[in-house]
Nanobody, 122 residues
Framework: QVQLVESGGGLVQAGGSLRLSCAAS????????MGWFRQAPGKEREFVAV????????YYGDSVKGRFTISRDNVKNTVYLQMNSLKPEDTAVYYC???????????????WGQGTQVTVSS
């Protein structure tokens, strides 16, 4: 069982930055690929980014490529999402998730956090 707790969300102006964190309870954190997803009101859940177990591979959704960076610290059992050049359309609840496979597909993920709200004002 893996418990995930996101933090770092908030209100920011367009063009600003935020750094999300996701702390995992599992001592086997490094066994999981970690992903970030988001869901805006009235929209489907959207893939944001994924990082491999070692952190050596990353993959991003097209809408965030070049602006967001995913990273992880396997000593601190934490995954991060650095979000730069934020746009109003980035407003959503952001979720981190853990999977045994490196994938952008939400149904591959076994564990999910409760989410953190990110609001970008214009």
């Amino acid at each position: 069982q893996v418990q995930l707790v996101e933090s770092g969300g908030g209100l920011v102006q367009a063009g600003g930055s935020l750094r999300l964190s996701c702390a995992a309870s599992a001592r086997t954190f490094s066994s999981y690929a970690m992903g970030w997803f988001r869901q805006a009101p009235g929209k489907e859940r959207e893939f944001v980014a994924v990082i491999s177990r070692s952190g050596g591979s990353t993959y991003y959704g097209d809408s965030v490529k070049g602006r967001f960076t995913i990273s992880r610290d396997n000593v601190k059992n934490t995954v991060y999402l650095q979000m730069n050049s934020l746009k109003p359309e980035d407003t959503a609840v952001y979720y981190c998730a853990a999977a045994m496979t490196y994938s952008p597909l939400a149904d591959r993920y076994d564990y999910w956090g409760q989410g953190t709200q990110v609001t970008v004002s214009s």
